[in-house]
Each structure stands twice: as structure tokens, then as C-alpha cells.
């Protein structure tokens, strides 16, 4: 199964449901096994990766119902790095 082809699957179930406009959130693709739950299709490389999410923006924005898409810094947060907390 091609990678757009794994979150075309739930954009076609959430439309059917909702019958609303879509907008998308942190849907992208892990790099490594480092990387937050690596769910779905795990690219092997950032030249892959990118290719992947080129791939969902082209096909996802020829969708009727789709209007827009924002994308979530925490996925690329690898779990190797230390961070504080604000608080």
C-alpha cells in the first residue's frame, strides 16, 4: 500500500461520517524508530519522507472536502533529545 494511500483511508472515513470539510492535523511520516509512536509507514530517509508528504499535500488538497492542513513540530521531536518542561 503506497503511503498516501494509508491516510487516504481515513480521510475517506472521517468524510463519510462527518460529511464536513477536512482539516487535517499531524499527519506525516517518522523516520526512525526513535521518533514518537511510529505508527504507519516509517520512511527509510528525510529525501523519502519529504517525497511521502509531497505526495499526501498533492493528492489531499485535489480532495473537495479538504480545506486545509497544519503540521505539528512534537512529531519531528526525536525521543533521544532531552527537553524541560515549562512549568
Not at 494509508?6 to 526513535?34: A, C, H, M, Y
Request: hydrophobic share 35%.
Amino acid at each position: 500500500m503506497r503511503d498516501h494511500q494509508v491516510q487516504e483511508l481515513g480521510l475517506d472515513r472521517w468524510s463519510k461520517i462527518t460529511n464536513k470539510p477536512l482539516i487535517n492535523d499531524d499527519s506525516s511520516f517518522t523516520i526512525t524508530d526513535s521518533m514518537p509512536r511510529p505508527y504507519g509507514p516509517v520512511a527509510d530517509n528525510l529525501k523519502q519522507r519529504a517525497d511521502w508528504t509531497n505526495e499526501f499535500f498533492r493528492k489531499a488538497f485535489e480532495r473537495q472536502e479538504f480545506v486545509n492542513y497544519h503540521y505539528c513540530g512534537l512529531i519531528d521531536a526525536s525521543n533521544l533529545v532531552p527537553y524541560k518542561l515549562a512549568y
